[in-house]
């Protein structure tokens, strides 16, 4: 009888298969993590820069669109900085023209697995009113 017990004892090979899956498990999961935060600032970045070059085409001032480009993306942190934020054409915008606005931004990853940052960049593209 005893000897029929031991033959049953899977004690051992659950403790090893978890041991063995645990660490693509915590991968997948992690990876999960960092993509989704990292679509998230480059969802933002875009929209900032769409933000940045509607104020250029509205208002005509560099400032006043790196302001806006700044304050359209408040979940990203820390925040943009008007040195990421490159408009052409600077200073003005003519009737006719397109204004493009480019935010360039280095994201701080969360685990350093994949690499201590990446850089992603938002892009947003208006014709100038008249």
Same mark, same amino acid.
């Given at each position: 009888?005893?000897?029929?017990?031991?033959?049953?004892?899977? =004690? =051992?090979?659950?403790?090893?298969?978890?041991?063995?899956?645990?660490?693509?498990?915590?991968?997948?999961?992690?990876?999960?993590?960092?993509? $989704?935060?990292?679509?998230?600032?480059?969802?933002?970045?875009?929209?900032?820069?769409?933000?940045?070059?509607?104020?250029?085409?509205?208002?005509? $001032?560099?400032?006043?669109?790196?302001?806006?480009?700044?304050?359209?993306?408040?979940?990203? +942190?820390?925040?943009?900085?008007?040195?990421?934020?490159?408009?052409?054409?600077?200073?003005?915008?003519?009737?006719?023209?397109?204004?493009?606005?480019?935010? +360039?931004?280095?994201?701080?990853?969360?685990?350093?697995?994949?690499?201590?940052?990446? +850089?992603? $960049? =938002? +892009?947003?593209?208006?014709?100038?009113? =008249?």
């Amino acid at each position: 009888m005893l000897r029929l017990r031991r033959l049953r004892d899977d =004690g =051992g090979a659950a403790a090893l298969e978890f041991a063995l899956v645990l660490p693509v498990l915590l991968l997948l999961v992690f990876g999960l993590m960092e993509f $989704s935060r990292l679509y998230n600032v480059q969802i933002s970045l875009t929209n900032a820069a769409r933000e940045g070059a509607r104020v250029m085409a509205i208002e005509k $001032s560099p400032a006043v669109a790196r302001a806006a480009a700044s304050a359209a993306a408040p979940s990203v +942190t820390p925040a943009i900085t008007g040195a990421q934020i490159a408009i052409t054409p600077s200073p003005t915008c003519a009737a006719g023209d397109t204004v493009h606005v480019r935010i +360039t931004y280095d994201v701080a990853l969360m685990t350093g697995w994949f690499g201590p940052n990446l +850089t992603l $960049s =938002g +892009t947003g593209a208006m014709r100038c009113g =008249g």
